[in-house]
């Protein structure tokens, strides 16, 4: 077996109470390469088109990549992998922590779950066996709690958990895995729901295997180049220091960060400086934490602000740029206290922030334009900045209490209950809220990616935003020299070329705060394809990882099209189609030229977007041209 993993995979059917292990084959290693790569394979071989997501034949998958518990910088991310109940299409969430390593640790590069158990389990997964325990005790409680009452019944602290909060267990459609003491999530997609459905609470894992490394001597010179980087980049330094929240003041500016339900019109007086950092976000800031094998340490850790209402307890996870935007000002809340409060809400009820703060900015565009009122949302005055409505509304969808039920379906399906032209206000792509950056703001490459993104509403797989205002792009990844930001054609090439690197650093287990190229770095690329090939034993080149980043996008994009995805949603929200964002110099998204182009450039049929049969077969998916082409 290649360097890097463990080389097994776990499989639990809840509904029988059976445990099996099964190899993992190195073909299957050396095509996919891991996380949703190789889960994104398994899910495709055994979820057919019939499976809803919330059916015990579907798939949970925990998934790992091979530089995970390596000893690599920045590489201790897993990814679960379902079909998804917010979009009914294929379904990935990455969290970092150190859950991931442990898993490794415990000898497994992949859990398959499957079934849905009679009551409420936990799986316990140590150097003494796997078990599936009772959880009865925990069910109920919120996803700190969880955390800290199974790691103290368990009698180690060490112990990682994955688990869900109420939002999980009351199936919320956006329901997240929390772990690390409700401050990392596997957030988009409606993961926890299917955790919730399964009857699942959580997934305890210890171990004290060693990742096998096959050249132990170039990963430690590799590593010591990345080290010398995160020590030498201003970019990296300033992330260290203020985390992603350090990108709110200057995404405001350029009209990436968007206000009052992507409206981005400060008809309210609104002022960033209030929850930005530096600025406002400075009172609640009281450190810096990190993840497995990171010296980024990128981290916030929240003070927990003074006694009242919006008091949280100290050190708990602090706020990032996605929460602080769509929960703050895509909702019109600058209140930094009451911020802090709904965001640790979140965390403890296990809710993607994403989307819960798309949703209730949804509701509240909806409330103030008169299609809802206070008979209609429980007495609650959803009006935008109003943060105890918003604090109030998230319990409810939590519990999916009231108005609560209809929000926790996400915008698409709540619009289509409120009606009357509600679904102009939903800002969603194929029912995922779209994440906390403006198409508007980079229209010619964000236009075509957020539209034919695979899971939806994703900022995850690459968006252009800095190569398009700043014109920072990688050599290293093939991009064109001379280069032309306002090319639309060499533009749409760059977005594919990231979209496939994106994927791959996904697979192979960093943190894209690893240095992708939109934190400044233009040549650690190679040094991340390095430390790859010093962990397998491999020796592949930064053009034969696009190609399987490639193939797994493609791969992703087929599951889509077999499970009913058609070309008519590749698109956008009408309101970045048609009304201009006047912080972003009055721009909107045109897709007549960008999305076609896009096609062209990813080999995808014009007419119905399905990845042609000649682009499956070149990139090694030949079975997968049959199913969607007949041939």
Known sequence: MLGGYMGKNLRVNLSLGKITEEPLSEEVARKYVGSYGVGGRILYDEVPPWVEPFDPANRLIFSTGPVTGA???????????????????????????????????????????????????????????????????????????VDRAMCKDLGDKKIQISCIGPAGE??????AIMHDDAGRAAGRGGVGAVMGFMNLKAIAVRGHKQVPVANMDALRQTMREITMFYKKSEMVQALHRG????YFAQGWQIGDTMSYNWQNENFKEYDPEKISWPGGFDVILAGTNTCYSCALACRRVSASGPDGPYKIEQGMEGIEYENMTMLGSNCGVDNIYALNKIN????????????????????????????IDKKDTDGIDLRFGNHDAEIEMLG????????????????RRAAQIIGQGAEDYAIHVKGMEIAAHDPRSFPVGGGPHYAATVTGGRHTEAITVAYENFG????????????????????????????????MLNMMGYCQFSGDGAYGAKDDELNHIKAYNAVTGLNITVGESLEIGERVFNLRKAFNMRHGCTRAEDTLPKRLLKEANKRAAGKLVDLSQTLPEF??????????????????????????AADLWGQ
């Open 472 to 503: 920072a792009v990688s050599a290293a990844l093939g991009c064109p020299d001379p280069w032309d930001k306002h090319d639309m054609h060499q533009m749409v090439h760059v977005t594919k070329l990231y979209e496939d690197w994106t994927a």
């Open 170 to 175: 009351n199936l919320v459609r956006y329901a």
């Open 344 to 371: 640790d809400l979140c965390n403890l009820y296990g809710l993607d922030t994403i989307s819960a703060g798309g949703t209730i900015a949804f509701a509240m565009e909806c409330y103030e334009r008169g299609l």
């Open 71 to 145: 000893t690599t910088q920045t590489a201790g991310r897993n990814t679960v992998v379902t079909k998804s109940p917010l979009t009914g299409y294929f379904g990935d969430a990455s969290c970092g922590g150190y859950w991931g390593a442990e898993l490794k640790f415990s000898g497994y590069d992949n859990v398959i779950i499957y079934g849905k158990a009679t009551k409420p389990v936990y799986l316990w997964i140590s150097d003494n066996g796997i078990e599936i325990r009772d959880a009865s005790a925990y069910w109920g409680m919120d996803a700190r709690d």
């Open 243 to 246: 985390g992603t929240t350090g």
């Open 396 to 411: 409810k969808i939590a519990r999916r209490e009231g108005f609560g039920n209809i929000l926790a379906e996400g915008s």
């Open 599 to 624: 096609y062209r450039v990813r080999g995808w049929d014009p007419e119905t977007s399905k990845p042609t049969s000649d682009k499956l077969h070149e990139l090694g998916l030949g079975d997968i």
